[in-house]
């Protein structure tokens, strides 16, 4: 099978491709390999798998007219010519899509949620966090003494392994019959600040979250409970371990 990755040097990408590689033909679209998906095609393609988005819920404050263009204009165009072409999709959505509102860039996953068409399945990531996320991601700076303060947000980390096996197994499923949106976490919320105690970091202050950010982002997983399957790796344990 010949799937199309968006986004297939970033963090989730890389993990997806290095797990397509060995039995199916990789295509990349990224811009670390000039690659740029305003240029999408379908080509000779069998499946799409478009990861490709800016991310930062803070940052599209500052420059929501970007995550339109980014999230929105691309993921658009993408979605219209798996439609036309009869490719099936499944697309990076966000947890930001239960309180679209906050943000521009969880509009921007909201729009992305209404203008799927059929045979294209949203993602809905939580917090994902493994080597290779970026600097700015909470368990790495944690990990790293990077620290200076906690806030009172409960987050559901899952780890990129387990969100590649989630996105396997969707690909493995006939998509006509999945529900147009999965939740992608873990199910297990935790308080950011409490994980920050498991490393030490006790005495930090702890601040109320920006207006921007949801309180709580816990996944409700039983849709893929439903396909027997569970996380396997657990964030208290992953950070025990780096005691």
Request: aromatic content about 10%; charged content about 25%.
């Amino acid at each position: 099978m010949r799937v199309a990755i968006t986004g297939s040097r970033g963090f989730i990408g890389s993990y997806l491709k290095n797990a397509l590689i060995d039995n199916h033909e990789v295509i990349e679209w990224d811009l670390r390999i000039d690659k740029d998906i305003k240029d999408f095609n379908t080509n000779g393609i069998d499946f799409v798998v478009h990861l490709a988005a800016a991310a930062d819920v803070r940052a599209s404050i500052e420059d929501p007219e970007f995550y339109w263009q980014n999230n929105v204009v691309n993921t658009t165009k993408i979605q219209k010519l798996c439609h036309e072409n009869e490719i099936p999709l499944l697309y990076a959505s966000s947890s930001c899509i239960h309180n679209w509102w906050l943000s521009p860039y969880g509009i921007s996953k909201k729009v992305n949620e209404e203008t799927a068409y059929p045979n294209q399945v949203g993602l809905r990531f939580t917090t994902v966090y493994g080597a290779g996320a970026r600097d700015s991601m909470f368990i790495g700076r944690l990990i790293k003494g990077k620290i200076e303060y906690f806030t009172n947000h409960i987050r559901d980390f899952i780890h990129v392994n387990d969100v590649t096996d989630v996105i396997l197994l969707l690909m493995g499923k006939d998509i006509a019959t999945l529900k147009p949106a999965y939740d992608i976490g873990t199910g297990k919320g935790n308080y950011v600040y409490e994980l920050g105690h498991i490393l030490g970091y006790e005495d930090l202050p702890i601040k109320d979250g920006d207006p921007c950010e949801a309180k709580d982002n816990t996944a409700n997983i039983q849709a893929l409970r439903a396909f027997d399957w569970e996380p396997t790796i657990d964030v208290v344990r992953y950070l025990e371990d780096r005691k």
